[in-house]
């Protein structure tokens, strides 16, 4: 095994769990903190776009990674890994592909979350697709997590 492969890879991960926890838990409640809501939520929409590409880039990354790093495919290390990235990249290409697009569109025909009812038809649609984003979100946290965790089990 190549210890710089390795290395590279564990970052990945590293940078995976970091960037959504960084986001997730400081850079959003921040902005929302600091901004009225429909200013934090202009600001926070046009960081969507990046953040979700950054997300599909770095678990594409890790699954190469992974792929090329490892040779013992026989172990449970080995196969809960592979099915832990490939779960992330599937989630990744939805949230970016469908669940963003949808969450855009739902949002533009809202002229204001500070004066539209939160039981408009519009405003509750938003709600459950940034509910299953949210929920999302934290599962790719988690994938990250437990990849982190087993990555020293796995053979290389």
């Known amino acids: 095994m190549n210890n710089y492969r390795y290395i590279l890879y564990t970052l990945t991960l590293s940078l ?7 986001f997730t838990f400081v850079i959003t409640p921040v902005i929302f903190r600091s901004y009225p809501r429909d200013t934090a939520g202009e600001i926070v929409g046009k960081l969507f776009p990046a953040y979700f590409s950054y997300n599909l880039i770095v678990a594409t990354v890790a699954l190469i ?16 890994s592979f099915i832990l990235l490939i779960a992330a990249l599937l989630i990744n290409f939805f949230i970016k592909f469908k669940l963003h697009p949808e969450a855009v569109a739902a949002k533009q025909k809202i002229a204001s979350f500070e004066s539209v009812s939160p039981h408009s ?28 965790a087993i990555n020293p089990l796995i053979k290389k």
């Open 65 to 80: 990674l992974f792929l090329v790093l490892v040779s013992d495919r026989s172990s449970r290390a080995y196969r809960l």
């Open 121 to 148: 038809p519009e405003r509750k649609k938003f709600a459950r697709l940034h509910g299953v984003s949210a929920a999302l979100n934290l599962v790719l946290l988690a994938d990250g997590v437990m990849l982190l």
């Open 16 to 22: 995976w769990v970091g960037g959504i926890a960084i």
